[in-house]
């Protein structure tokens, strides 16, 4: 089985570069956003960087994507309980996903063979820093939480193609992990 796979054919910028960018988008978000963990966003309402890499993205997949996501993880700034972090799931609303992290510490993600509480994890790994992520979150996963003190955001693209077939439609351009 298959969990994670880099698209190689996509390199990140420096995570500083994606930090001050993740500043100025936060900046240009209205004052009364209701923030929550997982943001549902349209293109549209991203920077003009965080487009053109969503688009860089989506086009070097070259399949239908679904929903853009910002997770926005920061207890102090939210109070928002981290989505699912130390729980093992399934995601019902999507089954696979591209992440892209703009924080440096990122939490390692844990595959198992089934949701049942404490089972062992069948894989660990962590999203990259180079290059965009495609993850199998049809597959039982958690994230292990470094900190709840610590500020967690994400970029995700969702994809409601199986992660196999999503790899399977331009093989060249992934390398799984």
Not at 62 to 69: M, R
Not at 109 to 128: A, D, G, Q
């Amino acid at each position: 089985m298959n969990y994670l796979a880099e698209l190689n054919t996509v390199h990140l910028d420096s995570l500083d570069t994606l930090q001050t960018n993740w500043q100025q988008q936060f900046a240009m978000m209205p004052q009364d956003f209701a923030w929550t963990g997982r943001n549902y966003l349209q293109l549209n309402e991203f920077t003009d960087y965080f487009q053109n890499l969503f688009q860089t993205v989506i086009s070097e997949i070259g399949l239908p994507n679904g929903a853009l996501i910002l997770q926005h993880h920061n207890k102090e700034f939210n109070c928002n309980k981290t989505m699912f972090v130390g729980h093992i799931h399934r995601d019902v609303t999507r089954k696979c996903c591209v992440t892209i992290p703009l924080t440096p510490i990122v939490e390692p993600l844990c595959f198992h063979n089934n949701v049942k509480t404490h089972t062992p994890s069948i894989k660990t790994s962590r999203y990259s820093h180079q290059h965009p992520m495609l993850v199998n979150v049809s597959e039982p996963h958690r994230v292990l939480a470094v900190s709840d003190k610590l500020e967690r955001i994400l970029l995700q693209i969702d994809y409601d193609i199986p992660f196999n077939e999503v790899i399977a439609h331009r093989p060249s351009i992934w390398n799984l992990v």
